[in-house]
């Protein structure tokens, strides 16, 4: 039989008990879309990701602190504020940013929420390319003279001031007072993680009425360019193992590396995703199979007679094997369209970054020819190898 003729008695089989036929797709129709859905999330973070780390520019290089060998697991060590000066006299880099973090309660009337307080200078928000929403950035002066002065992120804006402006109001960070000068710019999410749910103070002030200590969490050191981004990290290393006398106290990262790391780690989680989500696509194949027995003893006689009539092993095999890859199909399109609208939902609802690969849909819909097919062949094989003579006797 030619392949139309064969898709034809495929469809006509399937059509002539269409509940029995839609919920045996109905495992590979959840499997798909479950994949497709948990596809779409993943590949949404990973764009959002790769954004983010791309937005913050092509020549921007972070220290941070490293691990020496104290005892079995070794200990973190400790950056400070003494080690600023040290990498901004490198001559390849053109600005650097200290940040000194912790988390704090802080309150406003009777809303409280606890979130990070992030201690900087003036020079971050240009390194970090943060914006203003509303009110004005702090700069050198307020560092210099250790203000208590406020920069609040976009959620904490929200949650802090939900019916009025938050501009001059005062904020309790802690037990210390700060005013409201300024909202930043909404950034999103990072991750699982809202990049918005800070308040931004001067360092000094962060250090001396907050943390207590001279601790940096991170520096970031801006390269002249990109092409001395090598020579920069080269230069910082030098400079750092000159005051810390160990290459192990301290780790150099460049934008490529994170963003590296970061892609392998959302590919990483896609795939587990996928995978978990795959599982219903094994059980939508057990269902087929058993459907597909169960066609093949209800037309013992049609196979019978189409053996006597001259029918090979070969095409009576491969009717059956059509016949489970078109009920396969069938539901790996199904499912494709309910996981796009299930991503989209996700999208609109939960503001989740969704994006679906032209890879994504080749993966589903052969996912789905696999299943009908694999789950196909053991029903299809019974059904070629019936004896014509007992086949024709059967009742």
Not at 47 to 52: G, I, K, N, P
Not at 188 to 217: C, E, H, M, W
Not at 224 to 247: K, T, V
Not at 366 to 390: C, H, K, Q, T
Request: hydrophobic content about 50%; glycine content about 10%; some cysteine.
């Amino acid at each position: 039989m030619r392949v139309r003729d064969n898709l034809w008695v495929a469809f006509g089989a399937l059509l002539g008990n269409p509940l029995r036929s839609f919920l045996t797709a109905l495992g590979v129709v959840i499997g798909v879309g479950a994949v497709i859905v948990m596809v779409s999330i993943g590949e949404g973070a990973r764009a959002r990701v790769t954004e983010q780390i791309q937005s913050l520019g092509s020549n921007l290089l972070m220290i941070a602190p490293g691990r020496m060998e104290r005892g079995a697991w070794g200990s973190r060590t400790v950056l400070t504020s003494d080690l600023v000066p040290v990498v901004a006299a490198c001559p390849s880099i053109s600005r650097v940013a200290p940040e000194a973090s912790g988390m704090r309660q802080v309150s406003f009337g009777e809303a409280s929420i606890m979130t990070n307080i992030t201690g900087v200078t003036a020079d971050y928000w240009e390194v970090r390319k943060l914006k203003i929403g509303s009110g004005t950035l702090f700069g050198e002066e307020e560092v210099r003279e250790a203000r208590k002065v406020a920069v609040i992120g976009a959620d904490v804006a929200t949650e802090l001031f939900p019916h009025q402006d938050p501009i001059g109001q005062k904020i309790k960070v802690g037990r210390v007072k700060f005013t409201v000068i300024g909202v930043a710019a909404p950034r999103g999410q990072a991750g699982f993680f809202s990049q918005d749910d800070v308040v931004y103070i001067p360092l000094t002030t962060a250090q001396r009425r907050l943390f207590g200590n001279k601790r940096i969490r991170m520096i970031y050191a801006e390269a002249r360019s990109e092409e001395l981004m090598d020579q920069a990290a080269a230069e910082i290393r030098e400079a750092l193992l000159a005051e810390l006398e160990d290459e192990n106290a301290f780790v150099i990262n460049n934008q490529a590396d994170i963003l590296s790391t970061a892609q392998q780690m959302t590919q990483t989680l896609t795939l587990l995703l996928a995978g978990i989500a795959g599982v219903s696509l094994l059980v939508g194949g057990i269902g087929i199979m058993n459907i597909m027995l169960v066609s093949v003893t209800e037309r013992i006689k049609e196979i019978g007679l189409r053996k006597a009539l001259g029918a090979q092993e070969k095409e009576i095999m491969t009717q059956f094997l059509y016949e489970a890859a078109t009920l396969s199909l069938l539901g790996g399109g199904i499912g494709f369209l309910l996981g796009s609208l299930g991503a989209a939902g996700l999208s609109a609802a939960f503001g989740w970054r969704t994006v679906i690969s032209p890879s994504a849909v080749v993966v589903a819909f052969g996912l789905s020819l696999f299943v009908g097919i694999f789950f196909g062949v053991y029903p299809a094989g019974r059904a070629s190898r019936l004896d014509p003579i007992e086949a024709l006797r059967h009742e």
